[in-house]
Each structure stands twice: as C-alpha cells, then as structure tokens.
C-alpha cells in the first residue's frame, strides 16, 4: 500500500471547526435515538401480529428492495429514483470514510481505521466515484424537480387534504429535503475544488469534476480563508440534512428496509377472517390501537 497517495484529511481546518463537528454528530445521534424511540412507541401500540418468521427469506427479499430497490426500478420513474438512491448513498459512505479516518478520531480511539482506508489505489478510485456519485444525484434532481414542478404528472396534480398539512414534516413537503439533497452535494464539490485550488497536490486528475471547480474558484481569487469557511459552511449544511431524515419524508430511507423486511410473506389481498363473528363489537377499525404493529410501520 503507497501511502504516498493520499491527501491531508481536515486540511486548514481549525480545532475548534472540528469539535463543533464531532459535537454536532452526537447531538444528531441523540436526535435520531429520540426519534426512533418515538416511532417506535408509537408502532407498537398496535395489536400483536407475527412477522418473525422465515428470517432468510425476509432479509433476502429486503436486500432486493431497500437496497437493490427492486420495487422501484419496475415503474417508470423507477431508474431516476435509483440513481438518486445510489448518488446519495454513495456520498453518504464516501463522507463516512472521510470521518473514520480523521485523525482527531484516530487519536480519541474513536474509530481506530486511519491506517486502512484512503491510501493508494482506493484512494484515486475513491476520488473518481465521490465525482461520479455527485453526478449521478445532480442528474437526478433534476429530472425530480422537473417532474414535481413542471410536468407533473396526474398523481401529483391534487392538493393534499388539509388534515394532512397540520405537522412539520408535511409544512417542509418535498421541496425543503429536496433542497437540501440540491445545496449538500453542490457545497461538497465546491469544497473540493476549494482544496484542489487552495492546496494543489497531486491525483488531481481523478477528480474530473472537482478540477475543473477549482480553475474557476481559483480565477474568481478564492483561496485558504475561502476554503476553510467553506468548510463549515458545508459541515452545517450536511447536519440540516442528516437531521431531515427522521423528521422530513426521507424518513423512508431509514424506514423502508424495517418496513420492507416484516412484509407479508403470504398471498396478496388475504384478509384475516374476523373471529367470532357474531359476538363480534367492531368491524374494521375506529381507533389507532385496533391496527397492528406492522399496520402502523407501514402508515410511518
């Protein structure tokens, strides 16, 4: 392994950026705890229902779905939503790494990876694919945004009931974490080619997108103060979104692998025969607590 090629994790970024960093990512866990046990006490209100059962089978058939978004690709909008599944959570693993092998975290004992990963070839492939996954999310935008806001389609054309806009994840809707999905990645490139510019090195030719930032940052005569606050800019950014996943409609990202693996593994359309029927109080549901657990993941 060359550890020669490789670039200074948290170039020109001061301590005090880095604790307010580490500190944000534990008050996000906190929030994400929070939320979860939240939904979590809510979900199991409902009435007892076994999906336990046939574990091979539901993590397989989850596999597919959540992360093979085998579903999706079927209709025919399907491949943008993949690419913008696939662009995200790309960034989202390449960030991820960029974390773990900070140097800060190295020496708390936090992760303990610095010397495994960001070296060498994975390195310059690492650059390539960070570039490629920002454009594969930029494309699909696009298309989303396009089709929300100017063909749209006729499942999306009718308001939605009043009732349904009385709570925050709904007044945000899809334009507030749509914008977010827009402005992360767009800062993040900048900020790359921020870097590029600010400390040229070598490889640069692996970041076929952030290179050419960096010409045009660099004839605009930004520098290494440019870069820094840039940085922060884009740390506080990255935490708005990641906080808008259990609290905004990209909670289906969290959710949907859950949702997904305690499907029903039997026919479609069965109903469950009502016990007793002559003695019988209600038919149907009229309160949350006559669903099931798994009814109350789904409405989640």
Same mark, same amino acid.
């Given at each position: 392994?060359?550890?020669? %090629? ?8 001061? +301590? ?8 944000? =990512? ?22 007892? +229902? ?25 209709? #025919? ?8 599944? &696939? ?6 693993? *390449?960030?991820?790494?960029? =974390? ?13 990876? !610095? ?6 070839? =994975?390195?310059?492939?690492? /650059? ?20 929300? *806001? ?12 009043? /009732?349904?806009?009385? $709570?925050?994840? $709904? ?25 590029? $510019?600010?400390?040229? *090195? ?12 960096? /010409? ?10 440019? !870069? ?5 800019? !884009? ?38 025969? %009502? ?10 549901? #009229?309160? &949350?607590?006559?669903? $099931?657990? /798994? ?6």
């Amino acid at each position: 392994m060359d550890h020669q %090629i490789t670039r200074q994790i948290l170039w020109n970024v001061p +301590v005090v950026f880095q604790i307010f960093m580490y500190g944000m =990512f534990f008050v996000l866990m906190g929030a994400l705890f929070y939320e979860g046990w939240r939904w979590y006490r809510m979900i199991s209100l409902g009435q007892p +229902v076994n999906r336990f059962d046939q574990p091979r089978r539901r993590f397989l058939l989850s596999m597919r779905d959540a992360v093979g978004q085998g579903n999706v690709i079927r209709e #025919s909008w399907g491949w943008t939503h993949y690419a913008f599944y &696939v662009g995200f959570l790309g960034l989202v693993i *390449g960030t991820t790494i960029v =974390f773990i092998n900070d140097e800060i975290a190295d020496f708390f004992g936090l992760f303990g990876l !610095h010397y495994y990963f960001f070296y060498g070839d =994975f390195y310059l492939v690492f /650059k390539a694919a960070m570039d490629t996954f920002f454009m594969l999310l930029a494309v699909a935008i696009v298309v989303a945004a396009t089709r929300r *806001g100017v063909t749209r389609p006729r499942e999306l054309n009718g308001p939605p009931p009043p /009732k349904m806009m009385a $709570n925050l994840e $709904n007044r945000l809707g899809y334009w507030f974490p749509l914008l977010m999905l827009v402005i992360v990645p767009i800062t993040g490139l900048m900020l790359e080619g921020a870097r590029i $510019n600010a400390h040229p *090195g070598g490889f640069v030719e692996w970041a076929y997108l952030g290179r050419n930032v960096a /010409k045009i940052e660099g004839a605009l005569g930004a520098g290494v103060m440019f !870069h820094r606050w840039l940085w922060l800019t !884009h740390v506080i950014l990255v935490y708005m979104l990641l906080f808008c996943l259990p609290f905004t409609k990209l909670r289906h990202f969290l959710f949907a692998p859950v949702n997904l693996y305690f499907r029903n593994l039997g026919p479609r359309g069965r109903l469950a025969p %009502i016990t007793d029927f002559e003695n019988a109080e209600t038919f149907g549901v #009229s309160q &949350v607590e006559q669903y $099931n657990w /798994k009814q109350l993941l789904d409405m989640s």
